[in-house]
């Protein structure tokens, strides 16, 4: 079978009443309001900003597409590069091996990370999207809810948002974490397995997740939603480049809330542009829209209790060796939590 997900190198929904027939076009040409720039940044020195990003990084796809952050920070001297990543770990493991400088991930990674001695900061974070990911199995499963996962194969990335699902998912069917036997797998291989039948269950993030329910009628058994949890994805840089380029990263925010602002509201445009950046078909990215909640939030102390807990789950069931501190990870300090 044919994928409509096409592999390269490289929720709630507010929006299912938009008009989805405005012209493409418009979005490739469409240039963000110019923004006033703090005295700050006239002090730049100019240099280099290396972003990770994943196919389901809609908002860095979109603003990458547009080409507006080259445009804002070429003023100052900073020139962009962009490196896709197959997930959130390899995207952290280029960070501290000092290959990029800022990317975006789930809430899982950063927590693996550091527990790996990754000296990474939270910049800020997205808002909940607790419909992008979910556990799958195949459409002709026996299968009918988490609780009957007991014995059976379910295929995640691990470290991957989509591991902290499962995670829940198990619990909230009254299972134990081992009670279902994780197989470790990134997206392209765990979809080989899932549609070849030597795993049971698939827990996976969008696009793949919209991709799979296309290609092969896969149902849903679980979301985040379902299991009451946020799903929300951080901002990750370096500790360097955000202690040396505060000016930079605030640049990047501010540009990015203007990204998410235009995205939130054009679903069709969006799905265009990220299909010509992924080859994701255009009609997959449309029903990833529908599930999408865009938008950026600081770290408040509310987010960084959330991750201390997902952190505090994981040394739990032993996924991770040592209790973590979450804030000293954040510019926040001590005092605001």
């Known amino acids: 079978m044919n994928s409509v997900l096409h592999q390269t190198s490289s929720p709630r929904s507010r929006r299912s009443l938009l008009k989805l027939g405005l012209a493409s076009a418009a979005a490739t040409a469409m240039v963000l309001p110019s923004l006033a720039i703090g005295a700050r940044l006239a002090s730049a020195e100019g240099g280099e900003l290396r972003i990770g990003f994943q196919k389901g990084s809609a908002n860095l796809l979109v603003l990458k ?6 445009n804002r920070l070429g003023e100052i001297g900073f020139e962009v590069t962009w490196t896709e990543f197959p997930s959130g770990p390899p995207l952290l493991e280029a960070l501290n091996a000092n290959a990029i400088d800022f990317g975006t991930t789930g809430a899982p990674p950063p927590i693996f990370a550091q527990a790996a001695g990754i000296d990474l900061v939270y910049a800020f974070a997205t808002n909940a999207s607790p419909r992008t990911q979910a556990v799958i199995v195949p459409a ?70 919209a991709a799979e329910e296309a290609d092969s009628g896969a149902r849903t058994i679980a979301t985040d939603e379902s299991v009451g949890s946020p799903n929300r994805s951080f901002y990750l840089a370096s500790r360097s480049f955000i202690s ?50 865009y938008g950026i939030e600081p770290m408040t102390a509310e987010i960084v209790a959330d991750q201390q807990a997902l952190a505090d789950l994981f040394l739990e069931i032993g996924l991770i060796p040592d209790k973590l501190d979450i804030l000293s990870a954040t510019l926040l300090a001590p005092a605001s939590v």
């Open 244 to 293: 040396e380029h505060p000016d930079v990263i605030d640049l990047l925010q501010a540009t990015l809330t203007e990204t998410d602002g235009w995205a939130d509201t054009h679903s069709a445009e969006v799905a265009k542009l990220i299909s010509g950046e992924t080859g994701i078909d255009e009609a997959v990215l449309l029903k990833v829209e529908e599930r999408r909640v």
């Open 65 to 70: 597409a547009q080409g507006e952050l080259e």
């Open 140 to 209: 002709n499963s026996p299968i009918e809810s988490t609780a009957d996962l007991a014995g059976k194969k379910v295929a995640v990335t691990k470290g991957s948002s989509a591991n902290a699902l499962l995670v829940r998912a198990l619990r909230d069917g009254g299972l134990d974490w081992g009670d279902a036997e994780a197989v470790f797998l990134q997206p392209s291989d765990a979809k080989a397995a899932f549609e070849g039948g030597s795993v049971d269950a698939w827990t996976i993030w969008d696009p793949y997740y």
